[in-house]
């Protein structure tokens, strides 16, 4: 295995950046509050990202900061001020899709390496090339390739440069995520951070001379979604994604839960030990199974085999598990953990944890709460509950319930 591949993961603030860097990623990405394609993610403020840098680094992981937008000439005085900002906080890299955003930062924020966005839709060696000569450091591909079109990039390829692309989470029905959608129907343009993912609404269409008769277009017990796609999940091919020249492989999902950031990152970090240990890559199914256990539309290898498969449209998210608690302090026989879901006195709860103590349970027999008083039932979101075990977890394990 090339021991060059990364692992990258998402974080939409401190809480899900420290969940990522303790289940294994190498390096998170993330936004400020400005310039960012994901305005509606809680985001990190200026003295945020001084802290995740230095935490990041303080673990010898790298941060990288989204700054993709498609600017506006309006957009460049206050970029300037902002990216300067990010190269006093030795942020590692920036994502940037256009070219005037692009050109600011390789001559003005030399300390700044820039990658490519996945927005850019590159999807040709020679474009690669391009960027590399004006001083690109890495690409993220456009998600509409096949693994053949990434080999044939890769051997094409006449700079040294890296190449990134992403193997799970949501997907965009859009070309590389440009996308019209949210600006026609509510003014908030997808582009410059604001989607408000409208094709993930629910349409119907109508015969012109019937308008008060419309038609469902594809349905199932959830209601219509016919712009919804299919989650990505590559969990199983990753030997095939290192085949093809990738070095960095990217988890989806800025704006999804700190449960969700450290079950998928959990899960890929195993699946890249077995890779980087083993001849042959076979996965056990319990490290298969947890994609299952957190928030995910049915599942889909994307365009990686060639074109989708037909019934590439998914419908609303489901999960087996809810996340209960998380261990906030660890004493003799006993652990404190922060609750986020109901779970009471008799519920059997199972461990996620980069450690051994992975997929081990705990059935809950006594629990107290911050005050001492013995519970058997602990419903209050954020309160502190100790719990008896003889299990030897770590701050930051979770704690979770199946539901389904």
């Known amino acids: 295995m090339n021991n060059k591949i990364e692992l990258l993961a998402p974080a939409g603030n401190m809480e899900k950046l420290k969940t990522a860097i303790y289940f294994g990623a190498d390096a998170v990405y993330m936004g400020g509050q400005s310039?960012?394609?994901?305005?509606?993610?809680?985001?990190?403020?200026?003295?945020e990202i001084f802290e995740a840098a230095k935490y990041a680094h303080d673990f010898g992981k790298k941060l990288y900061v989204?700054?993709?937008?498609?600017?506006?000439?309006?957009?460049?005085?206050?970029?300037?001020e902002y990216l300067s900002r990010l190269e006093n906080a030795e942020v590692d890299a920036v994502i940037v899709s256009d070219l005037g955003v692009m050109d600011l930062v390789l001559n003005d924020f030399p300390k700044l390496d820039v990658h490519v966005s996945t927005q850019a839709n590159t999807t040709n060696a020679r474009t690669i090339d391009f960027y590399a000569r004006l001083g690109a450091k890495r690409v993220i591909l456009a998600r509409e390739l096949s693994l053949d079109e990434i080999k044939a990039i890769k051997n094409n390829l006449k700079t040294?440069?890296?190449?990134?692309?992403?193997?799970h989470g949501a997907m965009c029905i859009s070309y590389s995520g440009r996308c019209l959608l949210s600006n026609f129907f509510t003014g908030r343009d997808s582009n410059r951070g604001e989607c408000v993912q409208s094709c993930r609404w629910e349409y119907q269409i109508t015969e012109?001379?019937?308008?008060?008769?419309?038609?469902?277009?594809f349905e199932d017990k959830y209601g219509t979604y016919f712009l919804n796609s299919k989650d990505l999940n590559m969990l199983e091919h990753l030997d095939k994604l290192m085949q093809a020249g990738i070095s960095s492989f990217k988890i989806e999902g800025r704006m999804k839960t700190s449960y969700y950031v450290a079950i998928i990152t959990n899960a890929y970090k195993r699946a890249l030990n077995i890779l980087k240990a083993e001849k042959q890559f076979v996965l056990p199914d319990y490290i298969i199974d947890e994609p299952l256990k957190t928030s995910h539309r049915e599942f889909s290898t994307g365009f990686y085999f060639g074109q989708p498969e037909q019934s590439y449209i998914s419908s609303r998210t489901v999960q087996n598990y809810d996340f209960v608690a998380i261990v906030k302090e660890i004493a003799e026989k006993k652990i404190i953990v922060e609750q986020r879901n109901k779970f009471e006195v008799g519920d059997e709860l199972e461990i996620l944890s980069p450690s051994d103590m992975f997929l081990k349970k705990i059935k809950i027999e006594k629990m107290w709460d911050d005050r001492g008083k013995e519970i058997t039932v602990a419903d209050k979101v954020q309160k502190d509950v100790h719990i008896m075990t003889e299990l030897k977890l770590n701050k930051g394990d979770i704690l979770r319930k199946k539901s389904i």
């Open 208 to 217: 012109k001379s019937r308008p008060n008769r419309p038609l469902d277009a």
């Open 160 to 167: 040294d440069i890296e190449l990134e692309a992403f193997v």
């Open 35 to 47: 310039f960012s394609l994901r305005s509606f993610s809680q985001n990190f403020s200026e003295d």
């Open 66 to 80: 989204t700054v993709n937008i498609f600017a506006r000439d309006k957009d460049f005085g206050e970029m300037k």
